[in-house]
Structure formats: structure tokens, C-alpha cells
């Protein structure tokens, strides 16, 4: 969906700044419109026009369930595209901007972004917290589960950062906002089984400078607001998008394509050996 915006904004030329602008607007405002529609279509709904009077955050929720979200809802879920809209260099940003380093169009550019996130080292670790959260079952058993996932080397998901080794400050905001949201619908098993891996985790995990990233709590918050598991990886597109475009219009403003050197390692001085003689 995202590269076919490219026929209905056709753009031979990215050395124009306004048409440039243009195409962040375009991109930044029809993500959550495509991910809205292929959601609804899915399950046998029509798709649902976006509103004029409604935020940002605010409209997708409203494109997704047909309906208004409340004030704490809106807060949160705009949180969350806040928190997730740019985190430095990592894998689909480097790809946005080798990708706008060849004058690509900017709708190649994000769809080579997107292509990242379907690799299960970028992208998906919320959906991964759930099924860990599930696994564990309940909150009695995270101690033990934790204590068995540390000496058999388990991967614990929504743990650890490679820039962080404190608590990432984004799951601290987000954390706080969906208590609000819990307040009104309900506290969910899989948030009280959460805390309390937290707990101890901060004690056996801790003084190794491994803490929740925002991954540990984003997911619990978008299942409580009925928001399909499949969903979540688009979603962080949908405000990752903000960051990528960030990228985007500072590479091109004064633009190198990108051109890695590399370093051979292998044998060298090695004789010739015709064909007929190799095995």
C-alpha cells in the first residue's frame, strides 16, 4: 500500500522542497488509513473515511472500531506514536536513508523501511511479551519462571537495550498513562503478571543493567484497547514513519549516496585453476 502512494504522488524530482514536504504530509497522514482499511476490509467491513475534527491518534482509533476514543485512550495511544516516532540509527531507519541516498522517491524510501520490520530482529518484540506473558500464566509463577529463563538462557522478552542499561524512559511514560486507561476499563491479568516480572527481574536482572524497554508494555496496552496482535508491527510503522521521514529530508538536504567499503578476508595470491581440474 505504502509504494503504491507513489502513482497517486508521482515524484521524478526529491531536490524540491515543497514537493518534498508534500510527501511527509501524505505519507505521515495515510499510514494509518491503509493499516485502518486493510484491518476492517479483513474482517468483512467497510472501511471507514477519516474525520476532519479528530486528531491524529484519535481518527486511527476511530477508523479502526468505528467509534470515538475516550480522552485517556486518545492520551495513550497518541503516547505511543509519540515514543516509537524516532529512536535514532537502527535497522529501518539506516535502510530509509541508504534507500533516500539514491534520490529514491520518498514512498520507496518508507517502503524499504517497512521491509525491515518483517525480519524478527526489528520489530514484533511486543507481540513477543504477550506470548511470554501467556507462557508464564500467572503472577505467582514469574518469579520462577525468571529464575529458570536466567539459568537456562532464555530470551526474556521486552528486556534489555542496546543503548539503555537503565529502564527505558519510554515504557516509564507509557506505564503511567495506561494505568490511566486501565483505570476505566479494567486491569488486565497480563499487565499484573508484567509488574510482577518486573519486580523480580529488578532484582536478578538489574545490577546487569537489564531493564524493561518500551516493548514490555506497549503490546499490553494495545490488546487492552482491543487492538489486534497482528497490528502492533504496522502500528510502530505508523509512528516510526515520523522519524523515518525526519531522516529522509535531512539525507537528501545534503545528499552522499551511501557506498560501504569493503574489506576482503579471504585467501589471496591463490594459483589458477582451470575448470576442467576443479572439483
Keep these: ?3 503504491a502512494l507513489a502513482m497517486f504522488h508521482p515524484m521524478a524530482d526529491v531536490t524540491n522542497p515543497d514537493n518534498n514536504w508534500d510527501a511527509t504530509i501524505q505519507l505521515i497522514a495515510k499510514l494509518p488509513t491503509i493499516v485502518a482499511a486493510f484491518h476492517r476490509i479483513r474482517n468483512g467491513h467497510e472501511a471507514i473515511v ?3 475534527d479528530l486528531g491524529h491518534a484519535a481518527n486511527f482509533y476511530y477508523m479502526l472500531f468505528g467509534k470515538e476514543p475516550s480522552a485517556a485512550v486518545t492520551r495513550v495511544l497518541d503516547a505511543c506514536l509519540i515514543l516509537h516516532a524516532e529512536h535514532t540509527m537502527n535497522a529501518s531507519t539506516f535502510s530509509s536513508r541508504v534507500t533516500g541516498s539514491t534520490l529514491a522517491n520518498p514512498f520507496a524510501v518508507i517502503s524499504s523501511a517497512i521491509g525491515t520490520l518483517s525480519g524478527p530482529l526489528h520489530g514484533g518484540a511486543n507481540e513477543e511479551v504477550l ?9 505467582e509463577k514469574a518469579r520462577p519462571w525468571l529464575v529458570d529463563a536466567v539459568a537456562t538462557k532464555k530470551k526474556i522478552m521486552g528486556y534489555g537495550h542496546r543503548v539503555y542499561k537503565v529502564k527505558d524512559p519510554r515504557a516509564t511514560v507509557l506505564q503511567e498513562l ?12 497480563s499487565y499484573t503478571i508484567a509488574t510482577t516480572l518486573e519486580l523480580a527481574a529488578n532484582e536478578i536482572l538489574g545490577p546487569k543493567g537489564i531493564y524493561p524497554n518500551v516493548d514490555f508494555f506497549s503490546g499490553i496496552v494495545y490488546q487492552n484497547l482491543g487492538i489486534s496482535k497482528d497490528l502492533f508491527t504496522p502500528i510502530f510503522a505508523i509512528a516510526r514513519v515520523v522519524g523515518w521521514l525526519s531522516h529522509w529530508l535531512e539525507q537528501i538536504s545534503h545528499n552522499r549516496i551511501y557506498r560501504p567499503e569493503q574489506i576482503f578476508v579471504g585467501k589471496s595470491d591463490q594459483p589458477y585453476i582451470p575448470l576442467e581440474q576443479r572439483t
Excluded at 506470548?131 to 503472577?139: A, N, R, T
Excluded at 490511566?180 to 491479568?189: C, G, H, I, L, M
Design 178 to 189: 495506561a494505568e490511566k486507561v486501565f483505570a476505566e476499563t479494567s486491569r488486565p491479568v
Design 50 to 52: 477519516p474525520r476532519q
Design 131 to 139: 506470548d511470554m506473558l501467556v507462557e508464564i500464566g500467572s503472577p
Design 1 to 3: 500500500g505504502t509504494a
